[in-house]
């Protein structure tokens, strides 16, 4: 806790140093939902909101004021309620909160408006993040209020958005969040080893996520980054198939699309492998086109690449060698000019990771592809999705492959987090069988 705290320090105060004088930000934390009725589903706090404070209660919010002469970080949380706190636990003081989260001034939500019509009197912008939809209609009603209680005709304050001071700050990670996302990373290696090894023709695709969320579980990990994806045979080709829900045949290949959150931070993990152990020969053939664009794009990554440079070199590899198998047709030019290529491949190549699985992060600066630099961290994800369809032969039909690594970018290159978890078809085979 006293890493996160100091982490959530340095935070704000380099988000401060972004914010121009007489300003101040305002990130509001997520909301219990309910699933039906009274039955809530599992908080988890808003990202954003966690990132600066390490706060977890529901509803709280964060106030980071920049005077000429000060920094002050304000948070608000749920009022002590003995009653409520009977039900769903102990509530943290304003003092507690204060002293446990090193910030300067802590009150309880009812005093929310209040505060804020008062911290109006010392800026003239107010950031906010422009997702905020309910954040952003408060805070119009909120200054509109301070306009009449102040007799004021012509507003001084401006509303602007906080998103780039943000992304610009979680892009970068540091060595805290490095090992937060190696562990995930690792724990999820494990559990894609265990699963490969447990598959058999006839099992469910639920038996599978079973035992990938078994070995999370069992190394200590409770979460999900996200929901597993187990897609046997033409479900493979639903790039977001959810179900897990079919019988595995035996000559289905098997896309396992799935990563652990360790203390809020996501490892996202895709292997593909046959169902029986043994690849056939247009799986393999459609496997090593992936696995080579792949490859071919993490040789890459260093600093000053762009994922424009790496979703090019991917298309190029999969267009050219998808056109000497006669799946597409025409010349190497058009197909990638006109795009014919996203009929099989149809998603971009990969994404930031951290916090959340697709990170807060730009991917362009003023309409230019962000350079890479040391301490990013991104997936590479190429996939080839054939469908029954009759355009195609029928030996292609519902091979659905995607291989997918966590990535860190290094002063020289790059070091591949996931490593660990065998992707060549010899040695995939070899851990099934193992």
Not at 218 to 241: D, F, K, R
Not at 324 to 347: D, N, R, T, V
Request: contains cysteine; charged residues 25%.
């Amino acid at each position: 806790m006293q890493k996160l705290i100091k982490e959530c320090i340095v935070r704000r105060q380099r988000l401060a140093e972004q914010l121009p004088n007489n300003a101040m930000l305002v990130l509001a934390g997520a909301k219990t939902q309910y699933r039906n009725a009274d039955a809530e589903y599992k908080f988890r706090q808003e990202s954003n909101l966690y990132y600066f404070t390490g706060l977890k209660a529901p509803e709280s919010i964060l106030i980071v004021l920049k005077t000429a002469q000060d920094i002050t970080s304000i948070v608000f949380t749920p009022a002590k309620n003995l009653q409520l706190e009977v039900w769903s636990g102990v509530r943290e003081s304003s003092t507690e909160i204060v002293k446990n989260y090193a910030v300067q001034e802590s009150y309880y939500l009812p005093d929310f408006v209040g505060k804020a019509q008062e911290l109006l009197a010392k800026v003239n912008q107010v950031f906010l993040l422009s997702t905020d939809t309910s954040l952003n209609s408060q805070f119009k009603k909120i200054i509109n209020n301070y306009h009449k209680l102040n007799k004021l005709k012509k507003s001084k304050i401006k509303i602007s958005q906080a998103d780039d001071y943000i992304k610009k700050l979680r892009l970068y990670k540091s060595d805290y969040e490095l090992d937060l996302i190696q562990q995930a990373v690792d724990v999820t290696v494990a559990a894609h080893k265990q699963l490969i090894r447990e598959a058999e023709p006839g099992m469910n695709e639920h038996d599978l996520e079973v035992v990938f969320r078994q070995h999370c579980l069992q190394a200590g990990i409770i979460e999900m980054a996200y929901h597993p994806i187990v897609a046997a045979g033409s479900n493979a080709c639903t790039l977001h198939y959810l179900d897990n829900s079919q019988i595995i045949n035996g000559q289905d290949l098997i896309l396992v699309d799935a990563g652990c959150e360790n203390n809020y931070y996501a490892a996202d993990l895709t292997r593909t492998f046959p169902a029986n152990g043994k690849f056939s020969k247009e799986q393999s053939i459609i496997y090593n086109i992936c696995l080579k664009a792949q490859q071919a794009a993490i040789d890459l990554i260093k600093p000053g690449a762009t994922f424009l440079q790496l979703e090019q070199k991917i298309v190029e590899i999969i267009t050219s060698a998808l056109l000497e198998l006669g799946i597409l047709q025409g010349s190497l030019a058009e197909c990638i000019s006109e795009k014919h290529y996203k009929e099989f491949y149809m998603h971009s190549c990969g994404h930031w990771l951290g916090l959340d699985v697709h990170d807060f992060a730009s991917y362009y600066n003023d309409h230019q592809p962000i350079e890479f630099a040391p301490n990013m961290v991104l997936t590479i994800e190429p996939g080839i999705y054939l469908r029954a369809q009759t355009s195609l032969a029928k030996k292609w039909h519902n091979i659905g492959v995607r291989i997918e690594d966590n990535i860190l970018v290094t002063l020289d290159g790059c070091k591949v987090l996931s490593e660990k978890l065998p992707k060549e078809i010899g040695k995939l085979e070899e851990l099934y069988a193992s």
